[in-house]
């Protein structure tokens, strides 16, 4: 492991990172350097413009990919190398296109869940639809964090390492 990757880890390590987020940052920074051949650090501004130019018109990335890439190498190069660039000018980040969510109507709810056969799975699923669950929240969901007597189920360290409560169904 290079000096300069394990700066990077333990700057993504002090700020709390989620181990997914410094995971992702690292392979990101480990890609952008294989593509050149060269140390970050050796990098510069046009450097990062061709790469940003290779994953959109070459690799034909989805935006939300480009911008992971866009972050981690602010990070490194903000962060890590302390780099005084401006970086919205150097490192300019794609907009994601905002989209609406798909929403099923409660008949359809209950075909999809009508073709579930396990009582199990679908006390599952019904929970993770009507609480509106992501699936590591309820991956990591304990019977303790069910409040039947006040229905409510408390998710500790969601998205963004942030505690909520949401509201619990009658017959899930």
């Not at 510069?44 to 034909?60: D, F, M, S, V």
């Not at 199990?120 to 019904?126: C, G, M, P």
């Not at 408390?154 to 390492?161: D, H």
Request: hydrophobic share 40%; aromatic share 6%.
């Amino acid at each position: 492991m290079t000096s300069l990757r394990q700066r990077m880890i333990e700057d993504l390590q002090v700020r709390n990172l989620a181990a997914n987020t410094q995971d992702s940052y690292v392979r990101q920074v480990s890609l952008f350097a294989r593509y050149f051949n060269q140390s970050p650090e050796l990098l510069g501004p046009e450097q990062i413009r061709a790469y940003q130019l290779y994953l959109t018109n070459e690799k034909k990335l989805a935006t939300g990919s480009i911008v992971i890439a866009v972050s981690a190498l602010r990070f490194l190069y903000n962060v890590t190398l302390k780099k005084g660039w401006s970086f919205e000018e150097v490192i300019p980040a794609p907009k994601k296109p905002q989209k609406l969510p798909i929403v099923l109507s409660p008949e359809e709810v209950l075909a999809f869940l009508d073709c579930v056969r396990s009582r199990k799975h679908r006390a599952i699923l019904t929970t993770c639809y009507a609480a509106g669950l992501r699936i590591s929240e309820a991956i990591a969901l304990t019977p303790s964090a069910i409040d039947s007597k006040r229905m409510v189920i408390r998710v500790e360290q969601g998205k963004g390492r942030k505690d909520r409560l949401c509201a619990a169904v009658q017959n899930a």
